[in-house]
């Protein structure tokens, strides 16, 4: 097998990939306070010309730079062979350095409570860790057998702010960004500890559906009865957004769910589940799935509609005789492929306006969104890259038709019109956007084996 050599070479250099990993580690980047920013971009820029990229840029954004590097083959890379666009982010959460066993930004290794060893500093797994497994991949492979693909790396830094200029960011240098197959390496693998490969990612719609009435609060016997309350207004508005069946009520709103294929259906039998494990964890007798329909089917294939909040009148002990003059509900689609934000604000902009009561003012507010993105099973990338999680790993990954949760591959995939897989490198308890976030080293290890497999398999494999 060709990885031999720069497997020996990553282990040969475990200690000083560590030190390198922990210097990035201790420098801040909060992109929410912008504290450290400009340091870390320098700090990034510099690391990826010392592991062997050719290009490397620093690109100003409305909002916080990013890096954009480029590493071109050593030899003449293979005719069939892919080129690929890697992701990640140097911006990390705010930590409180006062709940954290360690100082967050003074990275320490420590065994965590199951004996694993673990690297803690905020960013370890949440992203850092997980691009420069990239960078020793890079490194391993110049020093070696050659790195045998092009390869683009994208790191921005406003992931943990909403990626509020990342399309920016692709639209604007889309050529140069332009490659075969996207591919991210964020979050955590599966919660029993095999690596998995996401085919992609469910939207969201997140939107405030706000109901006023009177211009005050007003006793209820004085006035309930004639004086419309908008509490009811919006209940019975979120009420008419399902139907009997508990589907989701708006028109046309299934019309663009793209339906499962066979093989999509055999991706989604194969994922180990324990349905009862999971009803047992949450003290859940019966879940909401309907007959037939799978659990992971729901969670990862179907979209959702969740009520986040409801506010309106008096919550707090005792009686108030109110009748509220303004009410508010929180609500979060969760979207599936081939659905469009957009439109689905429109349908429920026209619903809500249709429904809304008599002498009750109701608004429909656009709070966030992200379009879903699903890469087909059948796509040519998709065994090269399970063939390399089993070689990093030494472990069979799990393939999964989406993430039940939003992240922007869509942003590769729509601008570029590319497969876009997620293949996540930190421990399932990374403790990320928490106290005490970690990766495990063999975890890290892994992804950087993973990474040198991922460009050599890709480098073979064929577009047909
Ligand atoms: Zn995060």
New binding site residues.
Partial sequence: MTTTEPFTYLERRDDTFLDDLRSLLAQPSISATGDGIDDCVTLVRESCLEYGFDVVDIVETPGQPAVVAHASPDDEPHADGLSVLLYG?YD??PATASEWASPPFEPTVRDGPDGRTRLYARGAG??KGQWFAHLCAIRALRETTGVPIDVTLIIEGE??SGSKHLEWLVRERRDELDADVAFVA?GPIDASGRPHVLLGSRGLLYVDIEATGANRDLHSGNFGGPVPNPATAIVELIASLRDEDGQIALESFYDDVRPLTDRDRDVLESIPLDEDGVKADLGLSTLATDPGEEYLERLLTRPNLNVAGLDAGYDGDGMKTVLPSHARAKIDFRLVADQDPDDVFELLSRHVEARAPAGIDVTVERVAAMAPQRTAVESPVVEPVMQAVQEGWGEDPILKPSLGGSVPTYVFADNLEIPCLVVPYANADEN??APDENIELSCFRAGARTTVSMLEELSKADLE
């Fill in positions: 982010h990390v959460q949440d992203n992931e943990e964020d990320n956007h």
